[in-house]
């Protein structure tokens, strides 16, 4: 809800369904509906017959669906607008810059170093406190510094289609699996996603059977998603932490705030895992840490203040 | 899975240093689309590269570029698409940009020009489905209407228009003006202006499309129209803005 408050034109506001396809999905609704009442989520089961009449493509033969608040946002400009209110309350933000190594004082980091790829420009940045906010890279990173996050890159395959199948945002009324979410977006309909660890999240060389998994999973929701032709395919790393198995669906989606106190190192933290949708609330968590370190008595104001546009993002691009 | 061998001819360019062209060569799937042979080549090859992209399905625009001289998006553009197997791919920035660095290019203008518009990027969605792209139906795929839920007075949907800069950079009135609207903002004040009935601010976007640098400037060469990846149809937008403008002249002339 904090997002429609302070993003309100960024967001298509369609409400999703979560439906029934199988016994299974059918046997996991009391849970689901019990967990939306625990979390104030506003669910209300609706016939069959009505959210075909919503969802004309919807699979006609399933047993339940339940309406959600939900909403779709595009995460490029969603970081756009982020980066731009940053810049606007003082941040510089320096895009195509690598971050190559820390400067130590003792085991203190006090600084980065940096190459620019758009110049070759080699630079240092002085520092009271080095956040690590490098997503699926965090532990990357982190080497670097010489210590390390319990975050291992997860990589997911999505697909989207060549048309809008669906308004609102589809989801298999089940736990999370492979191929059990249709996000509309714009004139596509996107089907995600699976989900399996990678080494390098620089390059991520997706299984075709990946692509065929989410087509025919997506057709238990849309049956005429194999009629469609695709307009991409793409997959990306997330930052999930390790804490229980090695499976990648079985990774928290949580995320956490390490602060290398504890392994020798002050001066760095490492703020990981998450999804985009929580970005903002992981930004506060951390800033309050390093308010913390830095004796800074101030609130977090990023709940209720809006974000400025997008556009003016590249205000101060130029070189 | 079936592996292609492809030749990328990418420009290269680093302030205070010549402009140049550098060719790399990647072991690649048939299905891959231009956008993951750029990334091969930046994580294999030259992590000094530099090229724009978020989204890779057509959503953020970011990044776009010229392929083969024709402006794209390549990560909805096949290898298979653009590669005869004997010539290089070629891949150069956009052209009516500042370039940056490689195949980046200074969008800030571009993006102020946008704000000027005021258009919002969400807009009402039509009450059937499926939506597409180019308005074209899919094979086999009956467009059907939709109800509304009863919490909703209407569905949204994003703006087609992904502010990507390819029709400013297949422009030809942007090589002669550079401070024309350009296609895009031209496409967003039409965009702006049916979304409102308010007098005021239709008398600002219609000021704003009158000026010196609006659609009067436009040579009619329709190419934004042809290379818009999101069917936008700039140039049609245009034409009707020219229409609602004569008409309002018309009008104020008879009415003295």
Redesign the interface.
């Known amino acids: 809800m904090t997002l429609r408050k302070i993003m309100p034109d960024l967001l298509e506001l369609n409400d999703g369904l979560f439906v029934a396809v199988t016994e299974s999905d059918l046997a996991f609704k009391e849970r689901f509906l019990e967990g939306c009442a625990a979390c104030n989520i506003r669910a209300s089961e609706i016939s069959v017959a009505h959210a075909l009449a919503l969802e004309p493509f919807l699979n006609s033969a399933i047993l339940a669906a339940v309406q959600i608040p939900d909403g779709v946002f595009e995460p490029f400009r969603f970081c756009l607008a982020f980066l731009a209110s940053a810049q606007q309350n003082g941040a510089v933000v320096r895009t195509f810059t690598e971050v190559t190594d820390f400067v130590f004082g003792g085991r203190d980091l006090i600084g980065v170093k940096t190459r620019d790829h758009r110049t070759g420009k080699d630079e240092t940045i002085g520092a009271d406190v080095i956040i690590n906010a490098a997503g699926p890279w965090a532990g990357e990173i982190a080497g670097k510094a010489g210590v390390s996050v319990p975050e291992v890159p997860t990589a997911g395959v999505m697909v989207a289609l060549d048309c809008r199948l669906n308004n609102m945002v589809l989801n298999r009324l089940n736990k999370p699996s492979d191929g059990d979410i249709v996000v509309p977006q714009r004139a596509t309909s996107v089907i995600g996603t699976t989900s399996w660890q990678v080494e390098d999240p620089d390059l991520i060389i997706i299984p075709p059977e990946h692509v065929d998994r989410m087509i025919t999973q997506g057709e238990q929701l849309l049956p005429v998603v194999r009629k469609v032709p695709m307009r991409a395919k793409m997959a990306v790393a997330r930052p999930l932490i390790a804490r229980s198995g090695t499976d990648a669906r079985d990774l928290s989606r949580t995320f956490e705030c390490f602060d290398h106190m504890r392994d020798g190192v002050s001066g760095f933290v490492t703020i990981t895992g998450g999804k985009t949708t929580t970005a903002r609330a992981m930004a506060e968590r951390v800033s309050d840490i390093v308010c913390q370190k830095l004796n800074v008595k101030a609130e977090c104001r990023t709940r209720d203040v809006p974000l400025t546009s997008y556009r003016s993002f590249f205000k101060s691009q130029t070189l | 899975?079936n592996a292609l061998t492809v030749a990328l001819e990418i420009f290269r360019y680093?302030?205070?240093h010549p402009m140049r062209y550098d060719t790399f060569t990647v072991e690649i799937?048939e299905?891959a689309?231009v956008i993951d042979a750029i990334?091969?080549v930046?994580?294999?090859h030259d992590?000094?590269?530099?090229f724009r992209r978020?989204?890779?399905?057509?959503?953020?625009g970011?990044c776009a570029l010229r392929i083969n001289g024709i402006e794209r998006l390549p990560?909805?553009t096949r290898i298979t698409d653009v590669c005869d197997g004997k010539t290089p791919i070629r891949l150069e920035p956009l052209r009516n940009f500042?370039i940056?660095?490689d195949l980046?290019v200074?969008?800030?203008e571009?993006?102020?020009r946008?704000?000027a518009t005021g258009m919002?990027?969400?807009c009402e969605?039509e009450d059937y489905?499926?939506?597409?792209?180019d308005s074209f139906a899919?094979?086999?795929?009956v467009p059907?209407?939709?109800?509304?839920?009863e919490?909703?007075s209407r569905?949204?949907?994003?703006?087609?228009c992904?502010?990507c800069g390819i029709c400013m950079s297949a422009c030809p009135t942007m090589a002669t003006d550079r401070k024309f609207l350009g296609p895009a903002g031209l496409a967003a004040i039409y965009q702006a202006r049916h979304k409102t009935d308010d007098p005021v601010t239709v008398k600002h976007l219609l000021g704003l499309a009158d000026g010196e640098h609006g659609v009067w400037r436009c040579h009619s060469a329709f190419e934004c129209t042809e290379a818009c990846p999101?069917a936008v149809d700039p140039a049609g937008k245009i034409m009707a803005l020219r229409r609602e403008l004569a008409l309002r002249r018309l009008q104020r002339l008879f009415r003295k």
């Not at chain 2, 992590?47 to 530099?50: R, S």
């Open positions: 899975m680093k302030p205070g799937e299905t689309h990334d091969l930046w994580a294999r992590p000094t590269l530099t978020a989204c890779h399905h057509s959503s953020c970011s990560c909805i500042p940056v660095s980046v200074d969008v800030s571009f993006f102020q946008m704000s919002t990027i969400t969605a489905l499926p939506l597409t792209v899919v094979a086999d795929v059907k209407m939709v109800e509304l839920p919490n909703l569905f949204n949907r994003f703006e087609q992904i502010e999101q």
